[in-house]
């Protein structure tokens, strides 16, 4: 036996990174994390791969990842394709009965294969699903008002219902479900195009989510975009729904749906950068929060 020196070992700093993450680890164990893929961060391979990575790291670290994926660049893509106008009002694709069929099949049969196939390159994980599945999500015609006026945008639901037992199945089971943005009707036979942020922030709340996870292609919420890059890191929900009426476009879902998740037992909702590589890691594992995370009111302010 020899008490000599201690011999350096070279991946020492290795075990030093699993260490610095242990407090994260026991906070987050056998959470549930909703994670929504947003299309304009799913437009590289590596990311996408990077994506897959850390939702699978997720899972084997102890926590329920529920992935909701986007997919508008594609959507619009195949509708050019397919010499379908779209245009989009209140931030909402007008979906015609033609356009659903090409919506329901980039979503379920392209967009959501490729999701499911990446995740399971790391094993018999992922099982796909969309919202008409098992009544996931079920929704009535939405009808946004622009300038006062109620106006008709198509195939475009309003959710009115979740049901989580299939979903809950699949986490109970092991197994990471992703799920694609289409609610059957509680109207007729057919079925509705959802935004995806919000189907993801709505199932957050009904799955009682510790967190919901926005990945987008910017940094988070700019303080006054487009004029500054500056970044609000946090903010309660009464300080987020001051902000709404002031927002446009594609952030006007996301943080509606933030609002919502927190407002609705969920612990925190993030918009974060899709386009840095394992965002979700240092998000969840690190305190780097990166991005914007809204918090329900009494807990500080930012
Ligand atoms: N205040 C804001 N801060 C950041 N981005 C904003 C803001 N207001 C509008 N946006 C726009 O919202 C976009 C993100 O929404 P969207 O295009 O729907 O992305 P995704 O495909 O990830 O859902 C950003 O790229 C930006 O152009
Ligand atoms: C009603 C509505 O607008 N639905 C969206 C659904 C996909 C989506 O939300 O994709 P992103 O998250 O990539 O934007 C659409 O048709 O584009």
């Not at 779209?86 to 099949?105: C, H, I, P, Q, Y």
């Not at 929704?139 to 979903?167: F, M, N, S, Y």
């Not at 476009?249 to 950068?273: F, Q, W, Y």
């Amino acid at each position: 036996m020899s008490n000599g020196p201690t011999r350096k070992h070279t991946a020492l700093p290795k075990a030093q990174i699993l260490v610095e993450a242990l407090p994260w680890l026991t906070r987050h164990h056998g959470k549930t994390v909703v994670i929504k893929f947003g299309g304009n961060a799913m437009v590289d391979d590596d990311l996408k791969a990077a994506f897959a990575q850390d939702v699978v790291f997720l899972r084997h670290a102890g926590l329920k990842p529920v992935v909701v994926h986007g997919g508008g660049p594609q959507i619009s893509a195949a509708l050019d394709r397919a010499g379908i106008v779209s245009e989009f009002k209140a931030g909402l694709r007008v979906t015609t009965e033609d356009a659903m069929d090409v919506v329901r099949m980039v979503l379920a049969g392209q967009v959501q294969r490729e999701l499911v196939g990446l995740l399971n390159q790391h094993g018999p994980l992922a099982v796909g699903l969309t919202g008409e599945d098992a009544h996931t999500i079920t929704a009535t015609k939405h009808q946004p008002r622009i300038e006062g006026e109620l106006v008709d945008i198509g195939r475009v639901g309003q959710i009115t219902e979740i049901d989580t037992g299939a979903v809950e199945t699949l986490l109970a089971d092991g197994r990471i479900p992703v799920v694609s943005s289409i609610a059957r009707s509680q109207d007729d036979g057919h079925v509705y195009n959802v935004n995806a942020d919000t189907a993801a922030a709505a199932l957050a709340a009904a799955l009682g989510a510790e967190t919901l996870m926005v990945l987008t292609d910017v940094e988070g919420l700019y303080e006054d975009w487009p004029d500054s890059d500056e970044v609000i890191s946090r903010l309660t929900a009464t300080q987020l729904e001051k902000l709404l009426p002031d927002l446009s476009s594609g952030m006007v879902p996301k943080m509606e749906g933030c609002l919502h998740a927190v407002r609705n037992g969920v612990t925190t909702a993030r918009v974060i950068d899709g386009r840095v590589q394992h965002s979700i890691l240092l998000e969840i594992f690190t305190d780097e929060g990166i991005g914007t995370m809204v918090v329900p009111d009494g807990q500080g302010e930012p």
